[in-house]
């Protein structure tokens, strides 16, 4: 099994980014998708999470009205569009699958597998 996350990389505030999140090993169908993030100095938060069977997207507060997750099984590929990025959102973005319940989908030690990260960063 193996998550890779990419689209990284510098932006200015306002702006827009994709990441994406290749998946192999795994069927997405079979397993939920969760991006989280983690900034310097701060604990890795939650940032959206799509189900598994359901395709139901959750998202953090914070970014709720900004991001939206998505998905291709046929590609194996979880997507996180980024826009109206804030120099707040600059992190560390990691994708995990596991199968959490819709109300612990933040809950990172309920995910199975992880992958490497892709650094985000806005400039004000």
């Known amino acids: 099994v193996q998550l890779q996350a990419s689209g990284g990389g510098l932006v200015q505030a306002g702006g827009s980014l994709r990441l994406s999140c290749a998946t192999s090993?795994?069927?997405?169908?079979?397993?939920?998708i969760g991006w989280f993030r983690q900034a310097p100095g701060k604990e890795r938060e939650g940032v959206s999470y799509?189900?598994?069977?359901?395709?139901?997207?959750y998202y953090a507060n914070s970014v709720k009205g900004r991001f939206t997750i998505s998905r291709d099984n046929a590609k194996n590929t979880v997507y996180l569009q980024m826009n109206s990025v804030k120099p707040e959102d600059t992190a560390v973005y990691y994708c995990?699958?596991?199968?959490?319940?819709?109300?612990?989908?933040?809950?990172?030690?309920?995910?199975?597998?992880w992958g490497q990260g892709t650094l985000v960063t806005v400039s004000s």
């Open positions: 995990a699958a596991g199968r959490p319940v819709a109300s612990a989908w933040t809950t990172g030690a309920l995910y199975y597998y």
């Open positions: 090993g795994f069927r997405l169908v079979d397993y939920g």
């Open positions: 799509i189900r598994s069977s359901s395709g139901s997207q």
